[in-house]
C-alpha cells in the first residue's frame, strides 16, 4: 500500500500534525465563535476542518461552495444536509416549516435522503419564489439545532464561490445567520485576496462576522518525521532523501505527498537516495503534461513572461532590470499581471518571501520545455 495519499481530505494515518489548530478550533467553535480559516490551496484546511469536527465530536455538515451551481441548488443541499442532523421520525415535523415543500426521497436502509424542490418553483417562480425558498433553507439548521437542544456547525469550504452563485447571496446569508444561536459557522477560502474583500471590507455584509485563522504550512521537523515514518512503515529508510524532497516541494502539504506517493512506486531498494527525486518529479512532470500546456496556452504573453522569470529565480517582476530581461512593457504592467496571477493561485506571496510559482511540478515543466 503506498503510504502517501493526495487530492482529497486526508484523515487517520495520512494525517500529521496540527494539533494546536485542532484544539484552537474546536475551543473557538464551542464557545459559538463563528471562523474564517484562510490559507493558500492546497495547504490542508478541508483536512484540518474535518479532523477538528471529528475530534469535537459535534453535529456537523459542510458544504462545498465550489460544487453549488445556484440559488436553489444551494437550498437543496442545504435542507438535505440539515434533515440528516436530526432524527429520522422528526423529518416530518421539521419539514413543516419550509413554506415551499420540497420533494423528498428517503433510503430505508441507509436512511439516506434526497431533497428537490421541484422546477415549478423555478419555471413559475420568480425572484420572490427563491428568495422564500432559500431563507426557509438557511434558516432550518437553527430550528433544528434549537429543537434538538444541541449546537450545530455549518463548514462552508472555499466560501470565496459565494461571488459567482448570486450576487446578493452574502447580504441574505449574513441577515439570517446574525440571529443564529445554535449554530456556529465555518468559512474557509484559499483566495485570499477575496476572502479579506468579504469578511474585512466594512462595506461588506460579512463584515467582521467571524474570528481569522491563517493556515501554515506543517513546521519542517514534523513533517521531516511524517514523510520518514510513512516511508518506514514499508521498511523503506528516507532519512537520506528527505530535506531535499522537502525543500523541492516547500514544505506545502499537497505536493509532499505527491512526490512521496511517486517517489514510493519508484522505489526499489530499502534505503532512498537522492537520486530518485529527480526519477519521480520527471515521472510526475510527464504525466501531467497534457494539463501543463493547457495552462501555459492560456496564457498571455506578457503572464508567459512574468513566470517564466519567476521560474528562474527573478524574483522582483516589477522591477526595471526584470521589465527589462523579459521585455515586458512596464512595470504596472508586469504588477498587474502579477496581482492577477496571485489572484488566480497561479503565483503565491507569503509575507516577507519570495514570490513563487504554486506548482512546484508545472515550474519544473516550464524550465524543462524551455
Ligand atoms: N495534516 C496533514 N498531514 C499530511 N498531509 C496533509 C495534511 N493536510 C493536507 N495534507 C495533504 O494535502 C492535500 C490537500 O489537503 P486539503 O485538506 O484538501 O487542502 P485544502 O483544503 O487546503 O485545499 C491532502 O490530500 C494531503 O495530501
Ligand atoms: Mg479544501
Redesign the pocket.
Known sequence: MNP???????TGE?????QSEIKEIISEIKSGQHIVLM?P????????VNEAMKTSRMKWFRINMELIADEIDLANYYVRNALSLSKFEKIKHYLKNLKIQPYIQIQPKTSEISVSFSTDTQAGTGSRNISTLLSDSLQLPETIAKNMKKKVVIVF?EFQEIRRISRTLERKMRGIFQYHQNVTYVF?G?QESMIREIFQNKKNPFYKFGRHIT?HK?PEPEFSD?VIKRFSSQRIDARGIVQDVLKFTDGR??YT??LCHEIFILSEKKTLTPGIINKAVDQITTEHHADYSRWWGSLTNTERKVIIGIASGDYNPTSQEFIRKYNIKSASTSGSVVSKLIALGTLVKKNGENIKIEDPFWKEWILKNR
Open positions: 502517501f495519499r493526495f487530492g482529497n481530505v486526508v495520512y494525517f500529521t500534525n496540527r490559507s490551496r492546497r495547504y490542508g484546511k478541508s483536512s484540518l469550504d474557509v484559499s493556515l506543517i511524517f502539504p499537497y505527498q505527491q
